[in-house]
């Protein structure tokens, strides 16, 4: 280690020392504490032309210290003489890149060093970044309570179905009552646990979830959440339930025991296979009796796509019980609520279990047996040949779907036009049974 501590020999102890190892200058000062001790401090030049004063509390920790930054520096010296063109114009296009962020190259490669130590790779780096953007963006402000108002404004003004709209703000209505706070600080951890504590059942559940779901998604395209939380929640599995079917007997006790209003409904269900929802978007002008079909329109239907049904003869002369001069505008008048209040109300008064989707079960039972057409079947039910197969095949037997399609009412019975196999005599529009 080469020295210099003084210009003037005859003052070995004098201040500051000069370390020199090479080319590379480093001082080392002493200054005097307040409480009567000395401090040794290294002026540090390594950032540039700014100095920086290193404190050790020693003259030897300070003058080998001093020595070690002097030896970094002819290092640095040495290699930035020896730059290449290329690396020379590296450099000053780093220092270009880094410029209107105020950042030197040797603090931005401190950093990346720093991360790649972290991270590994420059890849996982950008990955980072990546990440800790979308999870950081600015939002908006806005009440969950505040957002749902906003959600149910925006679907009411872009046509959203009727029937749509109230579990939509039954549902959310729940869940901003437990969610008094902002949008952009809601989890999914805060959902799941709020899910879990409700203990729903599995086809409320998912509903829920859905909905959830829908209001996030709203919210992130409005900048109130910088992500949807509802996606991570955890998958809701709905276990498909046992294919439930009336018998005829069972059909005829509803039929005499439902409501002048609400037998269309069960007629609907029983004779032509609609969905409840697809019945209660009905009108009775989907309903031609003269060419002796309906037609639920892609707004009524569950897949949103139109299909026609045939009438069954049955089915037509139930529906006739209908005053004409009723049969305008809705077929079933009232709400989805109590839709479902007339179905238990008419189950208890016929004596007979409720079964859940039993109407249109029945249906597409009774017409596979008599079809063998799972295509036919499933075109006139709304939905797969597969499912069809799945689900209703040598459910009924051909005899017992006949006896199904010939429940008719007293006043057919009693009348002479003979009981005729539907969709199957000879006058028939649509015929798809055979005799």
Not at 67 to 79: F, I, P
Not at 166 to 180: G, H, I, T, V
Not at 368 to 376: I, K, M, Q, S, V
């Amino acid at each position: 280690m080469k020295t210099k501590a003084s210009r003037n020999p005859k003052q070995p102890d004098s201040w500051p020392k000069i370390v020199q190892p090479g080319r590379a200058v480093v001082r080392v000062y002493r200054r005097k504490t307040p409480a009567g001790n000395f401090s040794y401090l290294v002026a540090n030049y390594a950032d540039g032309d700014k100095r920086r004063m290193d404190a050790y509390p020693s003259a030897v920790e300070a003058i080998e210290a001093a020595t070690k930054l002097a030896q970094r520096l002819d290092s640095r010296d040495y290699v930035a003489a020896s730059m290449t063109k290329q690396q020379a114009i590296e450099y000053a296009n780093a220092e270009a890149r880094l410029k209107p962020f105020g950042v030197t190259v040797d603090s931005a490669t401190a950093a990346v060093a720093h991360c790649l130590k972290i991270v590994g790779d420059l890849a996982s780096l950008q990955a980072a970044a990546t990440f800790y953007r979308e999870r950081h963006r600015q939002v908006t402000a806005k009440r969950v309570a505040d957002a749902v108002a906003e959600l149910l404004q925006h679907q009411t003004a872009n046509g959203a179905s009727p029937r749509y709209l109230p579990p939509l703000r039954s549902r959310l209505a729940r869940f901003a009552a437990d969610f008094q706070t902002d949008v952009g600080n809601v989890t999914t951890p805060n959902i799941q646990e709020w899910l879990d504590a409700k203990h729903f059942k599995p086809h409320n559940l998912k509903s829920f979830v859905t909905m959830i779901h829908t209001l996030f998604d709203y919210c992130q395209s409005r900048g109130y959440c910088d992500s949807n939380p509802a996606q991570g929640l955890q998958r809701v599995k709905i276990k498909g339930g046992s294919v439930e079917i009336y018998t005829a007997d069972e059909i005829t006790r509803l039929l005499s025991a439902a409501s002048p209003d609400f037998r269309p409904c069960i007629v609907l269900g029983a004779f032509a296979g609609l969905r409840s929802a697809e019945i209660e978007r009905l009108t009775w002008q989907d309903i031609d009796f003269e060419q002796r079909h309906i037609v639920i329109g892609a707004h009524a239907s569950k897949t949103a796509t139109r299909r026609i049904v045939p009438l069954a003869d049955n089915a037509a002369e139930w529906l006739a019980l209908t005053p004409e001069t009723e049969r305008t505008g809705s077929v079933w008048k009232h709400t989805h609520d109590q839709f479902h209040d007339a179905q238990q109300i008419t189950a208890d008064a016929a004596k007979v279990k409720w079964k859940s989707n039993g109407l249109r079960h029945s249906f597409v039972s009774c017409v596979f047996a008599l079809t063998n057409d799972a295509g036919r079947t499933a075109g006139f039910a709304g939905n797969s040949p597969g499912v069809v197969h799945k689900f209703y095949r040598e459910l009924v037997k051909p005899a017992d779907a006949r006896q199904w399609f010939n429940v008719r009412p007293q006043s057919a019975v009693e009348s002479a036009t003979p009981a005729q196999l539907p969709f199957g005599h000879a006058n028939a529009k649509q015929n798809f049974i055979p005799t």
